[in-house]
């Protein structure tokens, strides 16, 4: 009899369709049915990977805002302040530029470790901003996210699998960006979608044919039933 390797998924880029948004509700049942921890490690602000938990029914592992909060289930830990963060934006905006999400902003409204930047907005003084205040920006091929030097996902998921009780070394991550490195480095065995940027290819065990949702649905598939 197989047994389900715990699960680290990356959102965007990974659980989505081709045209990048929304999620493919075919990933919703074979996540459902995983017969081991399922952790949802994501850029997105915090809410939103525990909605996703909720509605496909699953317990609320979740690494949001790249490292920024981790939640076990029980307990929340805040690895960063948003405070340096909003710093940058707001020079950011003082020098002509804009988020790029409008006045409403709800990429940004419940979050809580970082900013995220649309990636139409120029990249250049947002970086030099940054580095001013001894922040990075990340490009994760949906936002840039201005952020803590220190947190990452790969952090997060070690902090999970500690307070869980499961081995990173049996674990299996899925993601498609420079921000699913750090998860790559940490659990045993990775894979990269087709779709991944040069960073999360060069970091997975292996890069897969398909994009996407369809790339991880076959590595579902392929560890299930190894």
């Not at 997105?44 to 076990?72: D, M, Q, R, S």
């Not at 979050?111 to 139409?120: F, H, K, M, P, Y």
């Not at 201005?146 to 947190?151: E, F, I, L």
């Not at 960006?177 to 940490?186: A, C, H």
Request: hydrophobic share 40%; charged share 25%; proline share 6%.
């Amino acid at each position: 009899m197989t047994v389900d390797p715990p699960l680290v998924l990356d959102v965007d880029g990974t659980l989505t369709r081709p045209d990048r948004w929304g999620i493919d509700p075919r990933v919703f049942d074979p996540i459902r049915d995983w017969d081991a921890p399922v952790v949802i490690a994501t850029g997105k602000a915090f809410p939103y990977p525990v909605a996703l938990c909720h509605f496909v029914g699953i317990p609320e592992l979740v690494v949001a805002e790249n490292g920024g909060v981790v939640y076990t289930g029980d307990d929340v830990f805040f690895t960063a302040d948003r405070e340096a963060a909003q710093a940058v934006v707001e020079e950011y905006r003082a020098r002509g530029y804009s988020p790029g999400w409008g006045e409403e902003n709800t990429v940004n409204r419940w979050r809580e470790t970082e900013i995220a930047v649309n990636l139409e907005q120029p990249i250049g003084p947002l970086r030099e901003i940054a580095a001013e205040h001894g922040l990075e920006v990340v490009d994760t091929g949906y936002a840039y996210h201005v952020k803590d030097t220190s947190p990452n996902k790969g952090d997060g998921v070690a902090t999970i699998a500690d307070h869980v009780g499961f081995d990173l070394d049996d674990c299996v991550a899925i993601g498609d960006s420079v921000n699913d490195v750090s998860t790559f480095e940490v659990v045993g065995r990775s894979f990269a979608v087709s779709n991944a940027d040069e960073s999360a290819k060069s970091a997975a065990d292996e890069v897969v044919d398909l994009p996407h949702a369809d790339g991880t649905l076959s590595v579902l598939d392929r560890v299930r039933s190894a």
